[in-house]
Nanobody, 123 residues
Framework: QVQLVESGGGLVQAGGSLRLSCAAS????????MGWFRQAPGKEREIVAA?????????YYTGSVKGRFTISRDNAKNTVYLQMNSLKPEDTAVYYC???????????????WGQGTQVTVSS
C-alpha cells in the first residue's frame, strides 16, 4: 500500500511558476513509476508527465507541457516533483500524482492516487 500526498498548488499569474510535490509513504518508493495527472472542470483526467522507477532515467510529457514542465524524483525523500514554468490559464486544473509498480513511464495503468492539489492560473 502506498499513500500519496500532494502539495504546492495555488494561484499564480500567467507566465509564473509553481513546483508541486508528492510525498509517498512506504519503503519501496524507488520501485514505482510516478506520474502527474490533471483534471480541469468538465474535462477528463489527462496525464501530464511521468518518470520511470528506480533512477528515473526515462520521462514522459504530454505535448502541451513539453518545454515548460519538468518531472523529477528524489528517492531518498520518497518524493516526486513537478516544476511548472510559463504557466498558462489552460493549465488550471486539479493535479494528482499517481504510482505504478515498476510501470512504464507514460499513460499506463496506475495503482495508487493522491487526493489532488488545485492549480489556478489567472490571465
Amino acid at each position: 500500500q502506498v499513500q500519496l500526498v500532494e502539495s504546492g498548488g495555488g494561484l499564480v499569474q500567467a507566465g509564473g511558476s509553481l513546483r508541486l510535490s508528492c510525498a509517498a509513504s512506504g519503503r519501496t518508493f524507488s520501485s514505482y513509476t510516478m506520474g502527474w495527472f490533471r483534471q480541469a472542470p468538465g474535462k477528463e483526467r489527462e496525464i501530464v508527465a511521468a518518470i520511470s522507477w528506480s533512477g528515473g532515467s526515462k520521462s514522459y510529457y504530454t505535448g502541451s507541457v513539453k518545454g515548460r514542465f519538468t518531472i523529477s524524483r528524489d528517492n531518498a525523500k520518497n518524493t516526486v516533483y513537478l516544476q511548472m514554468n510559463s504557466l498558462k490559464p489552460e493549465d488550471t486544473a486539479v493535479y494528482y500524482c499517481a504510482a505504478a509498480w515498476r510501470g512504464v513511464a507514460g499513460p499506463s495503468k496506475y495503482d495508487y492516487w493522491g487526493q489532488g492539489t488545485q492549480v489556478t492560473v489567472s490571465s
